[in-house]
């Protein structure tokens, strides 16, 4: 699909997104909700992709709902989808990348988005992509399954409380916790100095990137590659019941470390997820 196409197809298939989905989005961005009549041809290519024999079943043996979709900016002319379903344990959420180069599901290991980067190149090129791709990449990867996913918090909506209405307490400390860390996420060059040196003189420094800009380094960025070839970002992240202040490095081509990591709170009053193979259970 060519440029103008992809931007009629969005400007004209995105609709406002509603209330309908049990959890906010894994990633944050400009979600909407498709109507069913252009929700079809997606879940058309899904499940007449060639998919593994662990992801079939989950596009054949549930009723899919509604979708959401947001565009991407680490992998242009993409976008990631939501899918709610109805399972026998109750609403569900299952996820692909849908563009260019085809239908990715994401099966909750780092395969698919490997596979997806030996096709279609370097996710990493900017701050901004890099912060998203490192929110997509944790956010759909099971640690554990008792844990459950990584989630990199990016707003106070991202905690994914057990109660509407958490108690006083667990707010407060989490309130300080955070004080002391870097929150929102910022996002800086982290090439060897050598390499640094020799980039300096063709290209400016990138500056560091508070999650906050997202939305104009979304714009500012979209079309335009750094030459860094690797990205330290700092950002806490909810795992399991557990605050964690966390050091990533996120190299160009989509590789991701994990640099340290610090307890910072646990036995929160959290939910955990639960999932049926590649489903989510919010």
């Known amino acids: 699909m060519d440029r103008d196409r ?29 109507s069913p009549v252009d929700s079809l041809p997606l879940l058309l290519d899904l499940t007449q992709a060639q998919l593994a024999g662990d992801i079939r079943p989950t596009c054949e043996c549930f009723t899919a709902l509604a979708i959401r979709a947001m565009p991407l900016l680490c992998y242009r002319r993409h976008l990631l989808c939501d899918v709610l379903l109805e399972t026998e344990e109750g609403p569900g959420l299952f996820a692909f990348i849908y563009g260019q180069s085809g239908v990715w599901p994401l099966d909750l290991t780092s395969k698919a988005l490997f596979r997806l980067n030996s096709v279609y190149g370097d996710p990493a090129t900017s701050p901004a992509a890099a912060l998203e791709y490192l929110h997509l990449f944790t956010g759909f990867i099971i640690g554990g399954a008792e844990n459950g996913r990584f989630r990199v918090l990016e707003s106070p909506d991202y905690f994914p409380w057990v109660d509407a209405d958490p108690p006083p307490q667990a707010l407060d400390a989490v309130r300080q916790a955070l004080s002391k860390v870097s929150y929102p996420p910022r996002v800086t060059c982290a090439d060897d100095e050598a390499d640094a040196a020799v980039r300096q003189a063709s290209a400016p420094a990138p500056a560091t990137l508070h999650s906050g800009d997202l939305a104009e380094q979304r714009c500012l960025n979209s079309d335009v590659d750094s030459p860094v070839v690797a990205w330290h970002i700092q950002v806490p992240v909810v795992y399991g019941r557990s605050l964690w202040d966390c050091d990533f490095t996120v190299l160009r081509d989509g590789e991701v470390h994990m640099e340290e990591d610090r307890t910072l709170l646990d036995d929160l009053p959290l939910r955990l997820e639960r999932f049926i193979g590649a489903v989510r259970l919010p």
């Open 6 to 34: 992809w931007e009629t197809f969005l400007e004209k298939h995105l609709t406002p997104a509603d209330q309908a989905f049990p959890s906010v989005p894994p990633v944050p961005g400009d979600w909407k909700t498709l």
